[in-house]
């Protein structure tokens, strides 16, 4: 079967297209003919070297696929052979044709949503409904989205006024970003390539703060947040690191000013991700979570999408296309 196979942590011209042999499914696991793959933003950072990866190299890369089962393991109910579902890979093996993966990882696609708008949705939206339900909104609080127009940002700024936001405060790169998180729902948007954003959200808030903040910049400018959140009940919730570092925000800093950070990593997050699955494709089903796929790819057009990425191009996501030849 054709693969991407990742030769060595670098640019994206490690990820080269080879033969290789079709997986089987272990005693826990199903195989899926993949139909849709999603390049997602952690795979760039796993591909340079910047996260590290637990497997010996050359490997077949990839976190999640989603198709049709096609084989199952001995403690596996063989009726799942046939149906569409998404399923995440054991760290690697999702950029290919055929897919393994433990079956406690899949999520079934209801009828009315295609196999590639499933692939594309399922991570914003399974990060971003545990990250609402965490913040706990009231119906009246300002909120903070960095990097709204994309990611898991663009499922935050759909969701955050029905799970109880009041004020839906957006930050994104450039002006197409902020005109796309406009249309996704924020009420104001300000652009965090400008070196002095911070001082536009104090001047956009006219005096009032901001309540929750959902992070994924991290770095110096989550510190430079903390006096424009609500004293007593502010709270920030840091998931991403876009600036190359965590959020550099000290005990103290929180204790002085009354404010809360949750970081929201680590498996039990994990565990909390994988359980709104199927909520998350059910939403997209009926509508209620647009999966904004930017562009479906051949398989083979792997390392063109990670540049894409890097770039910072996409406004939606980027989805591999097994099969499928440039036109």
């Known amino acids: 079967m054709q693969a991407i196979v990742m030769t060595a942590t670098g640019s994206p011209d490690v990820l080269v297209t080879t033969e290789v042999p079709a997986p089987r499914a272990a005693a826990d696991e199903v195989v899926i003919r993949a139909e849709a793959i999603p390049v997602l933003f952690p795979e760039t950072k796993l591909r340079s070297g910047e996260f590290p990866i ?69 991570m914003n939206g399974s990060v971003a409904i545990p990250l609402l339900e965490t913040a706990a909104l009231t119906g009246a609080e300002t909120v903070l989205i960095e990097a709204a127009a994309t990611g898991i940002g663009s499922a935050l700024t759909q969701l955050a006024k029905e799970f109880g936001a009041a004020r839906v405060i957006g930050t994104a790169g450039g002006p197409e970003k902020a005109a796309r998180a406009r249309e996704l729902g924020a009420d104001d948007v300000i652009d965090h390539n400008d070196p002095a954003w911070i001082t536009r959200l104090r001047e ?90 930017e562009a479906v790819l051949p398989l083979d057009q792997a390392s063109h999408a990670h540049r894409l990425l890097e770039d910072r191009a996409p406004l939606g996501k980027i989805v591999l296309r097994p099969g499928i030849a440039m036109s």
């Open 54 to 122: 637990d497997a010996p190299l050359p490997l077949v890369f990839g976190f999640q696929a989603a198709g049709v089962v096609t084989e199952v393991g001995a403690q596996v109910d063989p009726a799942l052979i046939g149906q569409r579902v998404v399923v995440a890979t054991r760290g690697f093996g999702a950029y290919a044709e055929f897919v393994a993966g433990p079956a406690d990882s899949v999520a079934r696609i209801p009828d009315g949503l295609s196999t590639v708008d499933a692939a594309a949705v399922l």
């Open 204 to 293: 956009t808030l006219g005096g009032a703060t901001v309540d929750v903040v959902f992070d994924s910049i991290g770095g110096g400018s989550a510190t430079d947040l903390l006096d424009l959140m609500t004293p007593l009940r502010g709270r920030m919730l840091g998931y991403g690191w876009l600036s190359g570092a965590p959020a550099q925000v000290s005990a103290a800093d929180l204790i002085m000013r009354g404010l809360t950070f949750t970081g929201c990593a680590g498996p039990d997050w994990l565990d909390r991700v994988a359980r709104a699955r199927d909520t998350v494709l059910a939403r997209a089903a009926r509508g209620g979570l647009d999966p904004l796929v």
